[in-house]
């Protein structure tokens, strides 16, 4: 850890990203801290400056849902590590954010000690997960087939990808990504490949899966 260690927390609870900043500074001091209260907050951050060591990433804030946003930092920015700090911190949650590509899972529960373990391991190349987490076991199959096509995504696709979860047009996704409606219908049109599913409908039902909410599986094709 050298005075070149560069972290961001992203939280949009501001008490909270207090909280862990002071825990930060106490485990790294000659730690450079940056803040985001929001999911487009850090990516504008990271699209200005792209050297960082490690961001701490909520998986619920506002530009996210569940899991899509460690999923379009991980094609993204596949060489800055992400640790998930969640208070949803179920045995199932913390395998499918390792599954989706984090590079530890910190519980808010827990403590500065277990806050510093874990920043020394992933700072160091590890993972890390709380204890009694057992990840040697096989990735639920499901899963580590989404996963695999999820990865052959562009940043701009999972991007596209959510925006279709949130039930927005080609026209109302063009406007906020500020690029032409043939372009989104290009990018959905690779999605439904790359996903190997039929429909929009089919690819919303992966983006709900994605942001961690049941996902039945006679109600899509993926397989």
């Known amino acids: ?3 070149r260690t560069r972290l961001i927390i992203a939280d949009d609870h501001p008490l909270f990203r207090d909280a862990l900043r002071g825990t930060v500074t106490h485990v790294v001091p000659s730690a450079s801290i940056e803040e985001a209260g929001s999911f487009e907050e850090l990516t504008k951050q990271l699209e200005q400056d792209g050297d960082v060591d490690l961001v701490l990433l909520d998986l619920s804030m506002p530009g996210i849902s569940g899991f899509s946003g460690l999923i379009y930092l991980r094609t993204q920015y596949p060489a800055v590590p992400v640790v998930v700090v969640s208070a949803s911190d179920d045995a199932e949650t913390i395998r499918r954010a390792m599954d989706f590509g984090a590079s530890g899972f910190i519980p808010k529960r827990f403590g500065v000690e277990a806050l510093r373990e874990a920043l020394t391991k992933v700072l160091a190349g590890d993972v890390w997960v709380p204890a009694d987490v057992d990840l040697s076991g096989a990735a639920d199959p499901d899963t580590a087939r989404l996963r695999d096509r999820l990865v052959t995504l562009t940043p ?7 925006m279709l979860s949130e039930g927005l047009l080609n026209k109302q996704i063009a406007y906020e990504l500020k690029v032409s409606e043939a372009t989104i219908k290009a990018h959905v049109s690779a999605i439904l490949q790359k996903l190997n599913v039929e429909s929009r409908t089919q690819a919303v039902i992966v983006a709900a899966r994605i942001a961690g909410n049941q996902w039945r599986r006679d109600d899509s094709r993926v397989s």
């Open 1 to 3: 850890m050298t005075s």
């Open 156 to 162: 701009q696709q999972v991007r596209v990808l959510m």
